[in-house]
């Protein structure tokens, strides 16, 4: 059980857009700790996609964007393409525990 | 550009302990702004934050390993490791270096580790 919660799986045809979110508590998200998403493809390391809620890495096409409200952040992917295909994971802080923390991971299928 | 390369057996007993090296290239491991981060990820499943440490040797561990972790630096190496004692079947895992500055923004390749007799 991830301390952060993610949709096992999201699902979109190209073009379309698609949301991933990752809903925490006040011990983390609700706590003003940043979030930050990566993306996986298989067999390999995962990729920053996302720091700092919603600040894109150098190279990351602006169709990611992300956002954090309350005690939940999420992850849009506009304009999907074939090559989106893959494991996305949120991460954050948890005061509580004082662990950096992740979602359990969310994977998208271009339909 | 950072390269970040983990290195150690790809097989370990059960009750021995998993031994893992981090070798930082392209930057020095001695940078106040960053801690070093292990990070694993079990087959078919998703990741999981080991531990960190700071050059200086600060560290944090997952509280739900830290009575089995060992996380320490060699600055004149350039290097990290990790010891994870009386390993059991359930640490078999991917698993990854990276430096942390609130987000992983550089990984190594990762290196699986199975825990098999």
């Known amino acids: 059980q991830s301390v952060l919660t993610q949709p096992p799986s999201v699902s979109g045809a190209p073009g379309q857009r698609v949301t991933i979110s990752c809903t925490g508590s006040s011990s983390n998200i609700g706590a003003a700790y940043d979030v930050h998403w990566y993306q996986q493809f298989p067999g390999t390391a995962p990729k920053l996609l996302i720091y700092g809620n919603n600040n894109r890495p150098s190279g990351v096409p602006d169709r990611f964007s992300g956002s954090k409200s309350g005690t939940s952040a999420s992850l849009a992917i506009t304009g999907l393409q074939a090559e989106d295909e893959a494991d996305y994971y949120c991460q954050s802080y948890d005061s509580s525990l004082s662990a950096w923390v992740f979602g359990g991971g969310t994977k998208l299928t271009v339909l | 550009q950072l390269h970040l390369q983990e290195s150690g057996p790809g097989l370990v007993k059960p009750s021995e302990t998993l031994s893992l090296t981090c070798t930082v290239s392209?930057?020095?491991?001695?940078?106040?702004?960053?801690?070093w981060a292990w990070i694993r990820q079990p087959p078919g499943k998703g990741l999981e934050w080991i531990g960190s440490?700071?050059?200086?040797?600060?560290?944090y561990c997952n509280p739900s390993l830290k009575s089995r972790l060992t996380i320490s630096v060699d600055t004149s190496k350039n290097q990290f490791s990790l010891k994870l004692s009386s390993v059991t079947a359930a640490d078999t895992a991917v698993y990854y270096c990276?430096?942390?500055?609130?987000?992983?923004?550089?990984w190594g390749q990762g290196t699986l580790v199975t825990v098999s007799s």
């Open positions: 440490i700071f050059y200086s040797g600060s560290t």
């Open positions: 990276a430096r942390l500055n609130n987000f992983l923004d550089y």
């Open positions: 392209g930057g020095s491991i001695s940078s106040s702004s960053y801690n």
